[in-house]
């Protein structure tokens, strides 16, 4: 371990930028969002302002901090916090520069367990899901540019070329969208329905196909084809094998990797969608990470385990507890280090040179 630093609650993950690592959470009241170095820990600057939220009943299960990842772009910190509030800061010295409060100013309605998507860079503009519209903000002035009606989302947006054209592709809690991102013209919906809005992991493009996966509907593979100035979505192939619930999949080759709730890990051919292993070794809540040829398993409750990303067959190459409170945001891997955020605070562990 090279450093550990206490942090406030929450499951964003730590972003690494230069000499920089960026973490929000909350403390108290207040989120806050602050800049460490890269090789010490130490704060060199923290941003609080009040964003005062009460989970009750089943939502306390997933505590009040914030749930999306910020953003660096630009030599900005763009941080979208849980009551929908869009801060951009100075990633040198911690100004705020530009706020949006999409609550107050447009009148959204964060989803039930709160703002949860990431917010997306795409060219000039800034993409944030909010209430049930997409919004596009001039990342550097704060102008919203342009805005379209959706669902609201607890899954992150992507841009992906299909159809010979840049795409957004929103998977909303209820339908699949495909968004021009100079206009938030809509080009293509897929209606998605899932018992209490829960379309909650990331989709993936493979070649042309999008990947969507739900715990109610399973994994589907859909081609985005364009027709006679139409654009529609074809069926490729549907596994209820794999159902991926709050942990994002990921791809490395030919094939799909993801984890189910309830702990199992899977590996699914994106040709075909046929299950080629699974393996009943984690826990609810974990996170998945591809690094380089491994996968990196860690469990909502501090196990960390590295596995070979092969379809051959499920190869554990190691395990440890690497944190005993419990862990929900994804680790992130950078400038040889490995940056675990658990429910305390975050830890720093130097990697080894060779495998």
């Not at 493009?205 to 109610?216: A, G």
């Not at 709730?261 to 994106?270: D, I, P, Q, T």
Request: charge should be positive; hydrophobic fraction near 40%.
């Amino acid at each position: 371990m090279r450093w550990r630093v206490p942090l406030g609650e929450g499951y964003s993950t730590p972003l690494v930028a230069g000499e920089r690592v960026f973490t929000f959470g909350r403390e108290q009241t207040s989120e806050v969002v602050q800049a460490h170095e890269l090789a010490t820990g130490r704060v060199r600057w923290r941003v609080a302002y009040p964003a005062k939220y009460e989970a009750t009943d089943a939502k306390g299960v997933y505590g009040d901090g914030p749930r999306s990842t910020p953003i660096v772009h630009g030599g900005r910190v763009f941080a979208f916090g849980i009551n929908e509030v869009l801060h951009a800061i100075d990633a040198e010295t911690g100004r705020i520069l530009w706020r949006i409060d999409f609550r107050r100013r447009f009148g959204t309605e964060p989803p039930g367990y709160g703002a949860a998507s990431s917010p997306m860079i795409i060219g000039r503009l800034l993409l944030v899901p909010a209430g049930a519209l997409v919004f596009a903000v001039d990342w550097h002035s704060g102008s919203v540019v342009w805005r379209t009606k959706s669902d609201s989302f607890y899954s992150s947006l992507i841009a992906a070329e299909l159809a010979g054209r840049p795409q957004v592709v929103a998977f909303a809690r209820y339908r699949l969208l495909g968004l021009d991102p100079r206009t938030g013209r809509q080009h293509w919906s897929h209606h998605y329905p899932s018992p209490y809005g829960t379309n909650i992991a990331t989709p993936v493009v493979w070649k042309d196909r999008v990947i969507i996966s739900s715990f109610h509907q399973g994994t589907r593979a859909l081609r985005v084809v364009e027709r006679g100035g139409q654009t529609n979505l074809e069926p490729v192939w549907h596994t209820r094998q794999f159902k991926a619930y709050l942990t994002s999949p990921v791809v490395r080759g030919d094939h799909l990797f993801g984890l189910e709730e309830g702990g199992r890990l899977f590996c699914v051919n994106l040709n075909d969608g046929r299950t080629e292993w699974s393996a009943d070794n984690f826990s609810d809540f974990g996170t998945l990470v591809l690094v380089g040829d491994q996968l990196l398993i860690l469990s909502g409750y501090g196990e960390l385990t590295a596995a070979d990303a092969t379809p051959a067959g499920y190869r554990e190459l190691g395990r440890r507890e690497i944190a005993d409170s419990a862990t929900w945001a994804p680790l992130a891997v950078a400038r040889g280090c490995m940056f675990v955020r658990d429910k305390k605070g975050l830890t720093c562990f130097e990697l080894p040179m060779n495998r």
